[in-house]
């Protein structure tokens, strides 16, 4: 007896596309919203249909952020916790201690549970040239200020800042400038859209097929 096939329809594999976005301040790293007045990705570039961010930064973060309609990367990146640098501007000097704190771990908390942070890499960055931010950063008249590199591989709620914040050295900028080994082009070329080759795209740590 003769099986009932069902013909394919004609439904091409479309190609797995990469970008990397220099997201600026007061943009939600979605593409719609409720929220009339809230600022989206679709806001900066026309990205294909299907493309979507990997993991998220803040409103109020800037930085790499990474977008592609090929979900086995957002998997191995999630599942992989990929190696996450970020520049931060706190409030304050920090000393060794807090240096120390950091970079062994240290307890924040998220919907009322302690946690207590893997060891991370921080180092205090001597040079920072980086362009002004729009809206600009409130510092406070009294107070001197840090930049610091922070290398995560974990990515909680508002990690960063809360780590920040459990030193008393609250973040006034934060910006992610490397996720793996791809980082950032151009630290200054704020909102910026850059197509991915496969190269490029392996230095994140995910091995695209070509």
């Not at 009932?4 to 594999?13: A, E, L, Q």
Request: net charge positive; aromatic share 10%.
């Amino acid at each position: 007896m003769k099986e009932n096939v069902v013909p394919m329809k004609n439904n091409p594999i479309k190609p797995f596309r990469y970008f990397a976005l220099h997201k600026p301040f007061g943009y939600l790293s979605q593409f719609v919203t409720s929220h009339k007045k809230k600022k989206v990705l679709s806001d900066i570039f026309p990205f294909p249909d299907e493309v979507m961010p990997i993991g998220r930064l803040d409103e109020d973060s800037e930085g790499l952020l990474l977008l592609t309609n090929n979900g086995k990367m957002h998997q191995y990146l999630l599942a992989h916790h990929a190696e996450k640098e970020y520049w931060v501007l706190v409030e304050g000097e920090v000393n060794s201690a807090q240096l120390k704190q950091l970079n062994e771990g240290i307890d924040i908390s998220h919907q009322s549970i302690v946690y207590t942070t893997k060891p991370a890499v921080v180092k205090i960055l001597d040079e920072v040239n980086v362009v002004e931010r729009y809206p600009r950063v409130r510092y406070h008249p009294y107070k001197k200020h840090t930049w610091l590199s922070i290398t995560i591989k974990e990515g909680r709620f508002r990690q960063v800042r809360k780590m920040t914040a459990a030193i008393g050295c609250p973040t006034l900028r934060l910006i992610r400038v490397r996720i793996g080994n791809y980082k950032l082009p151009e630290i200054n070329n704020i909102g910026m859209v850059v197509e991915l080759t496969h190269e490029e795209v392996s230095q994140t740590g995910f091995k695209p097929l070509v």
